[in-house]
């Protein structure tokens, strides 16, 4: 990983190793791949199948992959011969993920990829309350605790799932 020279990294990281890169003979850092129990994406749409489109984000691919099981909520489930990835979007097979949860509008306050943006309003909202622990709890209590699904997104943009 190029950017960790001259870093504590080294000094606090001891499974972080400095190699010399066989291509330009430069010291560089390798990790040691994460593998994580679970990973939780929100994709697109899904078919019957388990097979889901989700967003081109190269994170989001790498975070199933590297999962020894995967969840994935999404938008929609479609049938399996309209399940097509469009530009800005791929394919993931089912053979990498466990579970598909239907959940419209799961991404929000971030955005979903042809679907619908960010809500800039909300996320401002939502660092200015965490800034502190007490309006931190005043979110929660506000938008999320005791609250349905469809509860929060009436509340936090006027939109039902």
Sequence with gaps: MLGFAGTDYEKVREDFRKVTDPYTGKEIFVVP??????????????????????????????????????????????PA?????????????????????VAPRGAHPAACVHTYEIDRDHVQQYLAAAKTEEGFREYLARFVLGKTEEEYLELACGKAA
């Design 33 to 78: 791949p994460i593998r994580p129990d679970w990973a939780v994406i929100h994709a697109i749409r899904a078919d019957g199948n388990g097979n889901v489109v989700c967003s081109a984000l190269e994170s989001d691919r790498l975070a199933v992959l590297a999962a020894k099981r995967a969840v994935v909520t999404v938008e929609e489930v479609v």
């Design 81 to 101: 011969e309209s399940l097509v990835a469009r530009p800005g979007e791929i394919y993931l097979s089912a053979l990498h993920i466990d579970t598909v949860v």
